[in-house]
């Protein structure tokens, strides 16, 4: 093949079909290939950047060497099309269809119920579909490192978990549920109903996979493969396949960079725009995938990807005597912690080595394990060690620009030396270090002496760096107790950690470097007392964290025996479109196939966090190619203000601008990637305004609030507090969360061009008042915009007033240009502009007796709200409506402000402010059990509600259920047992400590503004008998069109099979609010419910004449009697309200109630912690759809587990928002969820207040998370009892290892310490 003008024709294949392309753009990545250019759709965009797998997709390569095909997981987001020449792709779409056949990942992933939005599931399948063609039989363990880079914001894992062990052959997972409903020892299984059922899955058959192409074996055996030139907009690749050829290349072209992976350089193109005119890519060069023993090591190719390289070091470990393997070992286990499966696909040594990135997970161990890389350029061949001196700073190494790495030479290790590695991460996978170690210590002969030693340490400054000073300290010394303690003394001096440190948590990292020295003593140690060198010294075991994942068990109750087989309701029936959802047939907004004319919006936003715009300069932006025009406040027709709670709020900011991350304009252009670089060439020029606000503190101190203020009481608080035994005064923080919906804000205007009619297609909760808005944003009648929903990839509350802006301004730039408009943010737009949940500051003034009765509580909470009112004012009320949690506190008040702030205002989040609140009241019940020295669980018992009781603002409930759900979830945790097994454990251990909590919740259902309680439902039978089905609900997962399914199956009398839920559409149902709450399925059940006893009933005379008939003759019959079959159904619901004067109302019709128990264990040297067991107990009445709900629970406790354990956002002092992609903020994976994971629905339980008996369960259990937090404080008051600390003390949520880890006030941590108390 030679180059012509446009560069070489690329062939590889896709599902089984050749693909050829003659202009390739180098910038084009095999994500946007499949979903623009083969309108693959099932593979998702979902972040851009390798951190979540929703593009997850299978590579498979012939390698002619040995004659093998492999095969490989990748992020197609981050793979550019032009690697691909000779490899065959798989997509979702590739392995099975609804059309054809399903595959078995794809079906037992959806029966196991491990697909609720389904945006992760093709991801997911695509994972899990490549572990099985590599091996067929895997165990537990190679199932959860295979899904290490898959996200899923809905499920909570376990049930994808669940799904996927059903392929392993290990002992454990024969007995699953399915199910996992293993049912403790005392329990019949046959009483026990499964989730699903295992015996009916389609058996694995793999002579039923694609077949590697047979024409790409041939080309790899019989063309010699050439150079390869791609010539694109702004960028050529060229791909050579003969070193020299390479070292020429780079010789005449020293800055251009060699692609490999592309896991540095594709985040650099994305998202900082780096653009290089020449890229190289050597994948097909030889002589960087060799690997060559010699006496001293091996020499290893560095084209070889990470995955191989572990692979290549465990066949090693196997060959060599373990004295010699202790390097190789050390790299096996920091190898099983970089990225994920997918990262390690691609990532190659070179690479990673010369990305010189300073938290490198490698470069420590390889500097310190004495390795040398071999390099090429025109000037020859060199070897360079990896030491102190080959890393400069960031990206920058001593090598010169034309330099390759060929290969790196991985020494064996001598006699007398031991090597580890270590390192602490946000979470324990797919995230990088915060502090990671590579240490080496050789011994003279006879272990007495310290021949030589090195120590490396990441995320210390800007390059991997030696402690050089602390190697001095202890080389030609005995390992022992005085050594040791000097070298501390150098260590937490070498090291300046200033607070400005890249990444911040400076005291943090320098207690970890000093933690990671002290743990590679305990293992010298343990060493040497293996080997009898030293005796009479107990050292402590510093296993890893636990991580087997166990069986857990979902538990519900059996339908009633009289209930027909016919009726779905109770029963544990399956998400709807789970299957298609897994076969990637689903639609989401994003993958409405593109019409003619189509343009791209792409917004633009303030760099300023309080400022006056003086200019916006639009001409660069409108000279790049594809540009149409750029939409400003001026173009808007209409409204240009959306109002909330009395505060107008301009979508185009104008002439002010009050956060980083405002709108101000957006850019229309032919393609995605032309409109965001013309977004990024529009210049603002700015005057900036008065300081701003950032912090609660700081509007606080200027009064900065939204108005209404809240406040609520009962009893007498001050009368109180003058006669109780003790009082104390506490606070707690609680950050921020990101909704991180897989599937980012998705909008697309179609304009009808007749009579200003616009169709909009939205990942939209609520399509009414997107409907509504656009058309007073339009200036049009409400009757020429209808909004479509078909389904959302998550919503959380995330999409509801920011949908609705963004809706506007697009329908502005449809309107301005009669084209059909698309706007899609990107990962880092969404989190930037959207805002999230609001933070909170809790202070509180408890006063308590000695018994632990607590007599009174004045507790004030502010909200971090943001640049716009947004519902912040709701937060703040539904704030103070569960200020009492599950506690009968006599004497209470509350008052709530919402701050306004320069920050991107937040918005309506799962909970809606009482995951805050709640967790404000337990750490306030936490402080009184330690000031009274007494276990938490005990206090909360003392002050829980008990028989018929009145809320603080003056509701009567009975708090039945939720004291059965107390107990029950204390006997299935074993709660009292284990508590003094974690008091043992903790007796015994030093540096590792447990923590066990229960913590309850009472979660009032439904708006408590009764207007937005209203619902309608469309139902049409048609002349074959089936159904379709609107409603107002939208579909994001929770279920909501399965229930309604189960609802209409029940009152028709009908299999649901026979009923379609559609898209959620204002044409066919008006008028309609929003889907939250824990609202949908109280809401449009009884809407949909209503309409088809309307329809029942109108059906009842055919019925009468003909009463053996079928449906389809009853509807046959009907058609022809003349009688209607479509109804409305409408449901007005609760007409709930609060009086703010009076402090009185009815705010919820029922309360929903769970209790969770959570146990982890904690390491003290470096925060990290492992959820060891969870078991909830959750009151959802009679549950319809008990697969649904148990999804929602363990969904909303994994966001709860993040919230209070690990999410956390971070502003920059100017008030940009740092984390703004999976791999700055990190919501939990795999890797956190607990290893035994339980569920149980409450039994006997009625509502009368909502469908079927059943009850909300979308929010509540998200708070119980917070069990995992109070776990972890109950750990750290146990570390901190060693150095003895007792009583209350602080720890803000999220728990981050950082924060835990200070807190436990070890003897390396003891700057932090000082600080805080
Ligand atoms: C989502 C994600 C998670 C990650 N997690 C971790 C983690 O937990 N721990 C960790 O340590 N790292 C992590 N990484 C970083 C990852 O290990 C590196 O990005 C990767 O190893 C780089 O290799 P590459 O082949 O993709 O390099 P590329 O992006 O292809 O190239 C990177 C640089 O290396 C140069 N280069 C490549 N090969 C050679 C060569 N042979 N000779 C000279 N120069 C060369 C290129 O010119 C380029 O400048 C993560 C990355 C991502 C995207
Ligand atoms: S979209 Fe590729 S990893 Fe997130
Ligand atoms: S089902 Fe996994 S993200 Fe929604």
Request: aromatic share 8%; hydrophobic share 40%.
């Amino acid at each position: 093949m030679s180059a012509g003008a446009t560069g070489d024709t690329l062939c590889f294949f896709v599902n089984g079909k050749k693909v050829t392309e003659k202009h390739v753009d180098p910038e084009t990545t095999l994500l946007s290939f499949l979903r623009e250019k083969l309108r693959l759709t099932g593979t998702k965009y979902g972040c851009g950047g390798g951190g979540c797998g929703a593009c997850t997709v299978m590579v498979s390569r012939y390698r002619p060497a040995n004659k093998s095909i492999c095969h490989y997981s990748v992020n197609a987001c981050l793979l550019p099309l032009c690697q691909l020449h000779g490899a065959a792709i798989t997509t979702v779409e590739g392995i099975g269809s609804t059309k054809t056949r399903i595959h078995p990942v794809q079906e037992r992933i959806a029966k196991a119920h491990g697909s609720q939005c389904g945006f992760c599931t093709p991801g997911m399948v695509m994972s899990m579909y490549t572990l099985l063609r590599n091996n067929p039989q895997p165990s537990l363990e190679d199932i959860t490192q295979a899904l290490t880079g898959n996200l899923c914001r809905c499920t909570g894992y376990r049930p994808i978990i669940d799904g996927c062990r059903t392929f392993c052959q290990e002992a454990n997972c024969c007995q699953l549920n399915g199910g996992t409903n293993s049912g403790s020892k005392e329990e019949n299984p046959e009483e026990t109903p499964l989730l699903f059922d295992k015996s009916q899955f389609l058996p694995i058959d793999h002579t039923q996979e694609l077949i590697f192409p047979p024409e790409l074996i041939l080309m790899a055996e019989t063309s010699s493969p050439q150079t390869l030139t791609f010539r694109g907009e702004r960028v050529t690749c060229v791909s050579p396949v003969l070193l020299e050829e390479l070292v020429q290349l780079k010789t005449s072209n020293p800055e251009a960079p060699l692609i490999m992976g592309n896991t540095k350089l594709g985040p650099d193109f994305k998202f900082k725009g780096v653009v290089h005119p020449l890229i190289i890519s050597p994948i097909r060069v030889l002589e960087l995938f060799e690997v060559t023993e010699t006496t001293h090591g091996v020499w290893v190719g560095t084209g070889f990807p990470l995955s191989e390289i572990w692979a290549i070091l465990k066949k090693l470990c196997r060959q060599f005597p373990e004295e010699k393997t202790e390097l190789f070992r050390a790299l096996i286990q920091q190898l099983r912690n970089v990225g994920s499966q997918q990262i390690c696909n691609v990532a190659t040594l070179g690479g990673h080595i010369m990305s010189a990135n300073p938290n490198s997970d490698l470069n420590p161990i390889l500097a310190a394990g004495n390795c040398s890389v071999s390099t090429i350029s025109s000037g020859g061949w060199r070897e360079v060690p990896l030491n102190q001196e080959f890393f400069l700073s960031f990206g920058k190494t001593v090598l010169r620009p034309e330099e390759i790495v060929v290969s790196v030479l991985i020494p064996f290790s001598r006699k007398g030396e031991l090597v580890r590695a270590f390192r602490q991460a946000p979470r324990k996978e797919c995230a990088f270090a915060t502090i990671t170690t590579g240490m080496r210590v050789l011994f003279s002969e006879g272990f007495r002496v310290v021949e030589d030693v090195s120590i490396y340490f990441g995320g210390v400054g800007p390059k991997t760096a030696k402690a050089v000073q602390t190697c001095a300290t202890i080389v030609a010394r005995p390992w022992n107790a005085e050594t040791l303690s000097q070298a501390y003394e150098v260590l937490v001096k070498e090291f300046d950690f200033p607070p400005s440190i890249p990444g911040g948590k400076a005291e943090f990292r320098r207690s970890l470097t000093l933690s990671f020295l002290f743990k590679f003593n305990l293992e010298v140690l343990q060493s040497l007392r293996k080997m009898n060198v030293i005796e009479n010294i107990v050292v402590e075991n510093m296993e890893p964290l636990p991580g087997e994942i166990q069986l857990s068990q979902q538990h519900f109750q059996h339908v009633s025996k009289g209930q027909s087989d016919q009726d779905p309701v109770g029963r544990a029936i399956i998400h709807s479109s789970a299957i298609s959802q897994a076969t990637g047939e689903a639609i989401y907004c994003d993958d409405l196939p593109k019409t003619d004319g189509e343009l791209f919006l792409s917004l633009v936003t303030s760099s300023r966090a309080h400022a006056k715009i003086i200019n916006v300069d639009v001409s660069d932006a409108l000279l790049l190619p594809g540009v149409v025009d750029v939409i400003t406040a001026k173009d808007i027709p209409g409204k240009k203000t959306r109002m909330f709670s009395g505060y107008d709020e301009e979508m185009l900011a104008q002439t002010q601008v009050s956060c980083i991350g405002q709108i101000v304009c957006a850019v229309l252009a032919d393609t995605r990637a032309h409109a965001r670089r013309a977004a990024s060439a529009v210049n603002i020029s700015y005057e900036d305004l008065s300081e701003p606000i950032f912090t609660i503190e700081d509007a606080i101190k200027r009064s900065s609030y939204f108005e209404p203020r809240r406040k609520l009481e009962r009893g007498n608080v001050e009368e109180a507090f003058k006669s109780v035994d003790l009082v104390h005064e506490g606070a707690i923080r609680i950050g921020g969360q990101e909704h991180f919906y897989m599937e980012t804000q998705s909008i697309l205007v179609l304009p009808v061009r007749e009579q200003a009619e616009f169709k909009i297609y939205a990942s939209s909760q609520s399509p009414t008042s997107v409907q509504i808005a656009v058309s007073e944003t339009l200036a049009i009648p409400a009757n020429r915009v209808s909004c479509h929903v078909k389904r959302l990839g998550g919503a959380f509350g995330g999409k509801f007033v920011k949908t609705v802006i963004l809706a506007c301004i697009t329908s502005v730039a449809a309107w301005k240009t009669n084209c059909a408009v698309r706007c899609v943010l990107e990962r880092g737009e969404d989190m930037l502009i959207t805002g999230g949940r609001h933070p909170v500051l809790g202070k509180y003034k408890v006063g308590f007796q000695k018994d632990g009765r607590i007599l009174a509580a004045d507790i004030q909470i502010w909200t971090n709200a943001g640049n716009a009112v947004d519902v912040s004012i709701f937060v703040a009320e539904k704030i103070l409506l569960h200020l009492d949690n599950a506690y009968n506190i006599p004497n209470l008040r509350g008052r709530a402000a919402a701050c306004r702030t320069n920050l991107p205002s937040n918005t309506s989040f799962r909970g809606f402010g009482v995951p805050q609140v709640a967790c404000v009241i337990e750490n306030l019940i936490s402080d009184v059990g330690l000031t009274l020295q007494r276990p938490v669980d005990q206090v909360r018992e003392i002050n829980m509600y008990k028989g018929p009781s009145l809320t603080h603002y003056k509701v009567e409930f009975s708090p039945e259920n939720l004291l059965r759900c107390w107990d029950e979830c204390k006997a299935k945790s074993d709660f009292c047992s284990r508590r003094i097994a974690v008091d043992t454990f903790n007796e015994q251990n030093r540096w590792k400590k447990r923590g066990l909590s229960i913590i309850p919740i009472k979660y009032g259902i439904a708006f408590s503004e009764g207007v937005m309680n209203q619902s309608a439902a469309l139902v049409n039978i048609y002349q074959d008998g089936s159904v379709l089905v609107t409603h107002g609900g939208t579909e994001m997962g929770q279920g909501v069109h399965t229930k309604m399914q189960q609802v209409v199956s029940r009152e028709l009398h009908i299999p649901m099979s026979k009923v379609y839920i559609g898209e959620t559409s204002t044409n066919a149902v008006p008028n309609t609010f929003i889907s939250a709450a824990s609202f949908g399925t109280d809401a449009n059940g009884m809407a949909v419910k209503n309409a088809c006893q309307t329809l029942y009933q109108r059906l009842e005379p055919v019925r009468q004449k003909n009463p053996k008939g079928t449906w389809e003759s009853w509807v046959s019959a009907a058609v022809m009697e003349k009688i209607s079959l479509s109804a409305t159904g409408f449901s007005r619901g609760p007409d709930s309200y609060i009086d703010w004067d009076k402090m009185e109302g009815q705010p919820f019709p029922y309360f929903t109630y769970g209790v969770c128990c959570s146990e982890v264990e904690l390491d003290c040297l470096t925060g990290d912690y492992r959820t060891m067991r969870t078991n909830i107990v959750a009151d959802v009445g009679q549950s319809l759809n008990p697969s649904v709900d148990i999804g929602q629970i363990e969904g909303a406790f994994m966001q709860g587990l993040g919230l209070f354990t690990m999410e956390e956002l971070k502003f920059s002092p100017c008030g940009l928002l740092y984390t703004r992609g999976p791999s700055q903020y990190k919501i939990p994976a795999v890797c956190d969820l607990p290893l035994s994971f339980n569920i149980h629905l409450l039994s006997d339980s009625n509502n009368p207040h909502a469908i079927y008996s059943s009850k909300g369960i979308g929010e509540p259990t998200l708070f119980l998370g917070s069990s995992v937090f109070f776990a972890i404080k109950d750990a750290v008051a146990a570390a901190r009892k060693e150095v003895g600390l007792s009583g209350p003390f602080s720890l803000d949520s999220p728990a981050t290892a950082e924060r835990i880890c200070l807190a436990c006030a070890s003897p390396f941590a003891q700057n932090q310490e000082k600080e805080m108390g």
